[in-house]
């Protein structure tokens, strides 16, 4: 490291931007901020491109493939939009760092393998919840939805739950 | 000319996503360890940040119908279907605790440089699809239990909406006075020092246990 990364900003403060940001976008759109949304169509378009004839009669990914180009959506641009957000927000403060980030007893290949595991657990998840951490933790928290306090409740519990059972993984 | 515009376009979408992206990153939840420090109690920020833009947004919806400025039903609110998003939110909050991310800081991880971040998105896109393919033997399960449309708690408390957001902040604050208590009894909470260094995962027990490190935070 030539030169030491600028310090995150004070929860306070990226609550406050994050929840400007969030009433923006209500404001703009009529909805929240999301990011599962994205990775179904994603994941539509790739069954698709693999197996279109499987995947037209799928029942929960047929109708994105009968609309027609499931990444031609609002959720797609804002995740772009995410993606350039971070970087040059990383880049200017000097904090991209290129690596697979672990625990300190985790091996890089152990990482790996939990870092899918995760992601297969979350992007079911995601679908059963109709949303994410984003979709509706936040933004239907931020309606004071009970759909999003009953996410947030299971969200956190589980969270603690696992984590105490696989210290091992992060500590 | 009305608020919300219900504009679905290009430029806005893009908007959206870069103050999103950009403050996510500001506050640190590129790194699975920051976000996962949060179990450990090492680390709030992922409660602090959570909490403080849902009150943001959920004051300044509520000012904005209050003056007039947003009809009451203005914005999208989520149906509660109880056993498919308790359950959502089990596995969400598990796969985060064992992979580090969520999807949308699982987007940020990819785009400040850690590999690990692009392996959950494919875990993601595996995660979903397998769900597609299990769809039909799931969907009394997805539909089952179903709340009111567009159910807020005010509704489901019999509480005006003034009392539950201020009721909602006081729980904040002591979340936050607790939180940052915790933070500092376990050497926490991670700063961009700790987890943005190239390959830092395997030489950080000393830097994180250093002394220095609790006086900073």
Partial sequence: ?171 | MSIPFYDGGIAGGLLSGILFGYVLEAAGFGSPRKLTGQFSLKDFAVFKVMFTAVLVTAVGLYLLRLGGVIADNAVFIPTLFFWAVAAGGILIGAGFALGGYCPGTSVVGVASGRFDAVVFVVGMIAGTTLFAYLFDPLTSFYFAAKGPDAQRLPDLLGLPEWLILAALIVIAMGGFVLGSRLERARGGPFTAKDVCAPEAGSSDETSASHPTYALKA
């Fill in chain 1, 1 to 171: 490291m030539t030169t030491s990364p600028r310090p995150f900003w004070p929860p306070l403060v990226a609550g406050f931007a994050l929840g400007i940001a969030l009433l923006a976008t209500f404001l703009i759109t009529g909805h929240g901020l999301g990011a599962s949304g994205f990775i179904t169509r994603l994941a539509a378009q790739i069954s698709e491109w693999l197996a279109p004839a499987a995947t037209a009669s799928n029942t929960y990914f047929g109708p994105f493939i009968k609309a027609g180009a499931p990444l031609a959506s609002w959720i797609t641009w804002e995740v772009i939009g995410v993606l350039i957000g971070a970087y040059v927000g990383a880049r200017s403060a000097g904090r991209s760092s290129v690596q697979v980030e672990r625990g300190p007893q985790t091996s890089r290949g152990q990482r790996l393998v939990y870092a899918f595991i995760g992601g297969a657990l979350v992007g079911f998840g995601a679908r059963l919840a109709r949303g994410c951490t984003s979709g509706i933790g936040l933004s239907g928290g931020a309606t004071l939805a009970v759909a999003g306090f009953v996410f947030l409740a299971g969200f956190f519990i589980a969270g603690f739950v696992v984590s105490m059972l696989a210290r091992r993984v992060w500590q």
